[in-house]
C-alpha cells in the first residue's frame, strides 16, 4: 500500500528567507511512481524534514490551479484552497510583458532605422514603439485574474 | 280662674278695672321668659318658629287618616306600624320570637329584641359567612342542605330499616355486625367445603367440615407435621454421589423395590486391548513414548521396509563422488564430508552434458544459497539463473579469489567494490547510477514516464524543482546529469538543465533548474519542461 499518486502536498511557505520557493508563496509536492509511503502521515513527517517551517495540506490533484504563469502569486488555506493575490499577479503580469516587447521593440527599432534611412515616414512605427512602452501603463487598475490573463496575453501574437 | 271669654277694657272703666285686665291679658299670655323656643321676645315670633318645626299645615299634608299631628301619631302607633303591638300569631300561637308584650311596644324594642335574636341564629350557623365557611359545592344554606340531601339519597331506607332514621339504621347494621360476619364466614366455608378425594385407583368421601386427610410416609417417604403444615420428604437411603473425573466409570448402580439408587459402584479404567481403540483414533506421536517425536516425523516413517539404523549404518559407509564428465577421478566426497543445497523454496538439481543446474521453483519470491566450500575453481562455467528475483554472492573478504576467474572478469576487492575490465583495458572499480527519472513538468505539476529510487518531486514555480530519494545517497558527493527536451523540432536543444546554486543539496533531495540557454534567453525565465536526470555515485 502507498499513498494516493493523485494527491498532491501544499507546501506553504512560511519563511520570507527560504529562497527554494523563487519567489512563490508555496511549492506543490507530488508523490512519485515508487513513493512506497503507506499513510499521508507518513508523507507529510518526510516532507516536513525537508520544509521544517511550512505549513503542509494534501489536496486532490485536481484542486491545484493550472495556471503556470501566475503560480508564484497563489496562495493557499486550508478553510478557502487556493487564491490568487492580485497584486503579485499585477507584477508578474508586467514582467510577462516587458519581456514580451523586447523582440518587439528590436524590431522595431530596425525599421525605425530602416525608415530614416530611406526617409520612409515613421509616425506608426513611433506610434507602436510607445504602445510598447506604455503597454503596462494599465495594468495597476485591473482588480481581476481574468483582466490579467486577458493583458498579459496582449504581446503573444506580437 | 279662667274665663271663656276673652278680656276687654271699655273706655268707661276705671283705672282699677283697666288695671284688672291688663293683669288678666297678662296671666292669661304668660311671661315671655318662660318660652323655650328660640325666638322668645314676642308671642308671635315663637309661634311661627313652632309653625315652621310642625311644616305645612298637617291635615293637608299628612298621609295618615287622621289630619293632627296627634292623630297621625297614634294612628301609626295603633295600627302596628310603628310598633308591634297588633302582631297577629301563627297557628302555634307564635309571635316570631316577640312574644314578650314589651318587645312588642316600642319600634327600638323590637329591634333590640330581633337583633338579640339575629345574634343567636348567628352563633348557631357559625361566626363566619356561610357562604365563605361552607364545604359544600353550593355556598348558600338551603342548597348546602339540598346537596346534603341528595348524597344521603332516597330517604326511605330499606326493608329491614324502614322507618328508622338513618343514625338508627347505622346503630342497628352495627349491632348485627358480629352475627353477619358468623354467618359470611359459614357461607364461604360452606362455597369451599370438599366431601370427595380423589386418587390415582378410585375415590372416597371425606368431609372438610369436620373430616382429616391423613398423608402415610414408609421408608422411602418422611411426613412431618410442622404447625399448619405437612412437609413429605424423600428418605436417604445410603446412596452417595460418585464423581468419575478420575479416569473411572460408574460399574455398578444398586436400587430398592421402590426404584431409588441406594448405592453407585466405580473402577478405574483398565486393562484396554487393541480392540477397545478404534481404526483411525488420530492418536498423536507426541503421546507415544516421551514424547519427541511429532506427528510429521512419525509420518516420515511411512514408506520404510528395512530396519532404518541398519540402512544408515551402510550408507554412512559409502564414498561419494562428484565430479564432471570425462574427468576421472573426480572429487570425492568422504563420509564426513557434506554438500548442502540450502533453500527455501522448491528447488531442483539437474545435469545436462557437463553442466549442472540449480533452480528453484517454488515459491517465486524464494532464495536460492549455495556454498560453494573451497573448491569452485577451473574451466568451465557456474551459471545462476534468478529467474528476475535477487542473486547475491556472498563473497568473504578471504575468499575474493573465488569470484575471479584468469581472466579477471570480476574482482571485488577488500572494499567490497567490484571491479571489471570488460573491455576497458584493465580491471578496475565500476560505479553506479543510483538514482534516475523521466519526467514532464507542466500545469504546476510533475509527471514522471520512469523513476527509480526517487520518491517525490516538489514543484516550486516553473523550471524550478526539488526531488528527494526513495534511499537516501551515503553523502553528497553524488553527479547530477540531467537534459531537457529541445524546444524547436529538428534542432539543437535550447532549453537546459541546472542545479540550483542557491540552495545545496543534501543526502537526501537535490534542487535543479530548467529553462531556455544560450544568447540573451541565458538568464530568463525558468521554463516547464520535460527532462531526464541521473544520480551517479
Known amino acids: 500500500m502507498s499513498i494516493d499518486l493523485d494527491k498532491r502536498m501544499v507546501i506553504v511557505n512560511n519563511d520570507s528567507d527560504d529562497l527554494r520557493f523563487g519567489g512563490s508563496n508555496l511549492a506543490i509536492c507530488v508523490p512519485l511512481e515508487n513513493a512506497g509511503v503507506d499513510s499521508d502521515g507518513v508523507w507529510k513527517s518526510q516532507m516536513s524534514n525537508f520544509f521544517p517551517t511550512a505549513s503542509l495540506y494534501i489536496v486532490d490533484k485536481s484542486e491545484v490551479p493550472t495556471d503556470e504563469l501566475f503560480f508564484p502569486a497563489f496562495k493557499y488555506s486550508e478553510d478557502s484552497g487556493f487564491s490568487t493575490d492580485i497584486t503579485k499577479a499585477k507584477e508578474i503580469t508586467k514582467q510577462k510583458l516587458r519581456a514580451d516587447r523586447i523582440p518587439l521593440l528590436e524590431a522595431e527599432d530596425i525599421k525605425f532605422q530602416r525608415a530614416l534611412e530611406t526617409g520612409a515616414d515613421t509616425t506608426d512605427i513611433v506610434a507602436e514603439k510607445q504602445r510598447l512602452r506604455d503597454i503596462t501603463n494599465d495594468v495597476d487598475a485591473m482588480t481581476t485574474e481574468a483582466q490579467l490573463i486577458i493583458k498579459r496575453a496582449e504581446l503573444d501574437s506580437g | ?537
Open chain 2, 1 to 537: 280662674m279662667t274665663d271663656s271669654n276673652f278680656t276687654k277694657t271699655f273706655t268707661t272703666d276705671n283705672f282699677t278695672q283697666f288695671v284688672n285686665n291688663t293683669n288678666t291679658i297678662g296671666k292669661e299670655v304668660g311671661g315671655l321668659a318662660r318660652l323655650t323656643t328660640t325666638v322668645d321676645s314676642d308671642l308671635v315670633g315663637a309661634i311661627n318658629e313652632l309653625d315652621s318645626d310642625i311644616g305645612a299645615r298637617p291635615h293637608t299634608t299628612l298621609n295618615t287618616n287622621s289630619k293632627t299631628i296627634t292623630g297621625a301619631v297614634n294612628e301609626i302607633h295603633t295600627a302596628g306600624n310603628a310598633s308591634l303591638v297588633g302582631l297577629t300569631p301563627d297557628s302555634a300561637s307564635k309571635l316570631g320570637g316577640f312574644n314578650d308584650s314589651a318587645e312588642r311596644t316600642t319600634v327600638g324594642g323590637a329591634l333590640n329584641s330581633l337583633s338579640a335574636d339575629v345574634r343567636i341564629l348567628d352563633s348557631d350557623i357559625g361566626s363566619a359567612r356561610a357562604k365563605t365557611t361552607l364545604t359544600t359545592t353550593s355556598k348558600n344554606i338551603v342548597g348546602s342542605i339540598n346537596e346534603l340531601d341528595a348524597e344521603l339519597g332516597d330517604s326511605a331506607l330499606d326493608s329491614g330499616l324502614t322507618g328508622m332514621t338513618i343514625r338508627r339504621a347505622i346503630n342497628a347494621l352495627d349491632s348485627n355486625h358480629d352475627s353477619a360476619t358468623t354467618q359470611l364466614r359459614t357461607d364461604i366455608a360452606n362455597s369451599f367445603r370438599y366431601q370427595t378425594i380423589s386418587g390415582d385407583t378410585g375415590s372416597d368421601t371425606v368431609d372438610s367440615a369436620n373430616g382429616s386427610l391423613a398423608i402415610v410416609g414408609d421408608t422411602s417417604l418422611s411426613t412431618t407435621v410442622s404447625g399448619n403444615r405437612v412437609v413429605i420428604d424423600h428418605s436417604v437411603t445410603g446412596a452417595t454421589d460418585v464423581n468419575n473425573s478420575g479416569k473411572t466409570y460408574v460399574q455398578d448402580i444398586t436400587m430398592d423395590d421402590a426404584g431409588h439408587v441406594t448405592a453407585i459402584g466405580s473402577t478405574a479404567i483398565s486393562g484396554l486391548v487393541n480392540d477397545d481403540v478404534a481404526a483411525g483414533a488420530g492418536i498423536n506421536a507426541e503421546k507415544i513414548a516421551d514424547g519427541s517425536v511429532s506427528n510429521t516425523e512419525f509420518q516420515a516413517l511411512n514408506g520404510i521396509t528395512g530396519n532404518i539404523q541398519t540402512q544408515l549404518d551402510s550408507a554412512n559407509s559409502t564414498q561419494f563422488f562428484l565430479r564432471r564428465l570425462g574427468e576421472s577421478p573426480g572429487e570425492q566426497i568422504n563420509n564426513n564430508e557434506t554438500i548442502t543445497f540450502n533453500a527455501s523454496g522448491g528447488t531442483s538439481v539437474s545435469r545436462s552434458g557437463a553442466q549442472i543446474t540449480y533452480s528453484s521453483t517454488a515459491p517465486s519470491n524464494s532464495t536460492v544459497t549455495i556454498s560453494a566450500g573451497t573448491n569452485m575453481s577451473g574451466g568451465g562455467s557456474f551459471t545462476l539463473n534468478g529467474g528476475g528475483g535477487t542473486i547475491t554472492l556472498n563473497s568473504s573478504v578471504t575468499n575474493v579469489s573465488q569470484l575471479n576467474n584468469d581472466n579477471n572478469y570480476l574482482s571485488p576487492d577488500a572494499s567490497s567494490n567490484i571491479s571489471f575490465n570488460s573491455g576497458y583495458g584493465s580491471n578496475a572499480v565500476v560505479y553506479g547510477v543510483r538514482a534516475f527519472g523521466r519526467f514532464n513538468a507542466y500545469n504546476n505539476g510533475i509527471t514522471t514516464i520512469h523513476v527509480k529510487n526517487l520518491q517525490y518531486a516538489v514543484y516550486f514555480a516553473q523550471g524550478l524543482y526539488a526531488i528527494t530519494f526513495a534511499n537516501a545517497m551515503p553523502d553528497t558527493n553524488y553527479a547530477i546529469t540531467g537534459v531537457c527536451q529541445g524546444t524547436v523540432s529538428g534542432l539543437h536543444p535550447t532549453m537546459g538543465m541546472s542545479f540550483d546554486n542557491v540552495t545545496a543539496r543534501s543526502t537526501s533531495i537535490f534542487y535543479i533548474r530548467t529553462g531556455p540557454t544560450g544568447g540573451a534567453n541565458s538568464q530568463g525565465f525558468a521554463t516547464n519542461t520535460p527532462f531526464d536526470v541521473a544520480i551517479v555515485r
